[in-house]
């Protein structure tokens, strides 16, 4: 069975393949990984809802802030 397309790619569509990635920013740039901080961010969190969406459903959901829901 062949794969249908529903799309034509661009005329440059190899090039594109094949060109390097582009960095934006440098990874000095980036702030250290604070480990203890994400511990104690953790360690405060607490489950109020649990959302499952299949793979290629294209679904999306809202977060609230607390002051929207009331906490």
Known sequence: MTKR??????????????????LTYSVEQLPSFDAAF???ARAELSEVAELTVPPRDAKAFEVLIPEQVGH
């Open 5 to 22: 397309t529903h799309t034509t790619p661009p005329s440059d569509a190899e090039a594109r393949r094949r060109a390097l990635p582009v």
């Open 38 to 40: 994400y511990k104690r």
